[in-house]
Protein backbone atom coordinates (compact mmCIF):
# COMPACT_ATOMS: atom_id res chain seq x y z
CA UNK A 1 0.00 0.00 0.00
CA UNK A 2 3.05 2.46 0.87
CA UNK A 3 4.61 1.61 -2.68
CA UNK A 4 1.48 2.76 -4.05
CA UNK A 5 1.20 6.37 -2.09
CA UNK A 6 4.83 6.87 -3.16
CA UNK A 7 4.22 5.62 -7.06
CA UNK A 8 1.09 8.15 -7.03
CA UNK A 9 2.91 11.10 -5.45
CA UNK A 10 5.91 10.78 -7.20
CA UNK A 11 3.07 10.74 -10.41
CA UNK A 12 1.62 13.77 -8.73
CA UNK A 13 4.92 15.68 -9.30
CA UNK A 14 6.21 14.25 -12.46
CA UNK A 15 3.07 15.63 -13.88
CA UNK A 16 3.03 19.14 -12.08
CA UNK A 17 6.72 19.58 -13.89
CA UNK A 18 5.20 18.89 -17.46
CA UNK A 19 4.92 22.61 -18.84
CA UNK A 20 2.29 21.45 -21.49
CA UNK A 21 0.13 19.11 -19.53
CA UNK A 22 -3.51 19.50 -19.73
CA UNK A 23 -5.38 19.81 -16.21
CA UNK A 24 -1.93 19.83 -15.09
CA UNK A 25 -3.15 21.47 -11.54
CA UNK A 26 -6.25 19.28 -11.35
CA UNK A 27 -4.20 15.93 -11.96
CA UNK A 28 -1.76 16.71 -9.29
CA UNK A 29 -4.24 17.51 -6.69
CA UNK A 30 -6.04 14.02 -7.42
CA UNK A 31 -2.75 12.19 -7.12
CA UNK A 32 -1.72 13.65 -4.46
CA UNK A 33 -4.73 13.27 -2.54
CA UNK A 34 -4.46 9.76 -3.56
CA UNK A 35 -1.25 9.44 -2.13
CA UNK A 36 -2.00 11.01 1.14
CA UNK A 37 -4.80 8.81 1.40
CA UNK A 38 -2.71 5.70 0.95
CA UNK A 39 -0.10 6.75 2.75
CA UNK A 40 -2.61 7.17 5.96
CA UNK A 41 -4.05 3.57 5.72
CA UNK A 42 -0.30 2.44 5.51
CA UNK A 43 -0.02 -0.18 8.19
CA UNK A 44 3.59 0.87 7.78
CA UNK A 45 2.22 4.24 9.28
CA UNK A 46 2.62 3.30 12.99
CA UNK A 47 6.36 2.69 13.11
CA UNK A 48 9.36 4.60 14.39
CA UNK A 49 10.66 4.93 10.32
CA UNK A 50 7.82 6.16 9.29
CA UNK A 51 7.81 9.31 11.90
CA UNK A 52 10.80 10.16 10.83
CA UNK A 53 10.32 10.18 7.46
CA UNK A 54 7.04 11.95 7.57
CA UNK A 55 9.18 14.77 9.94
CA UNK A 56 10.93 15.28 7.16
CA UNK A 57 8.34 15.77 4.08
CA UNK A 58 6.94 18.99 4.53
CA UNK A 59 2.71 19.28 3.92
Do not use: C, H
Not at 31 to 43: F, I, Q, T, V
Amino acid sequence: MLDRAIAAMVAAIDVYNKPDFAYRAESFTILALNARAGSSRSPWRGTERSRRLKSQIPV
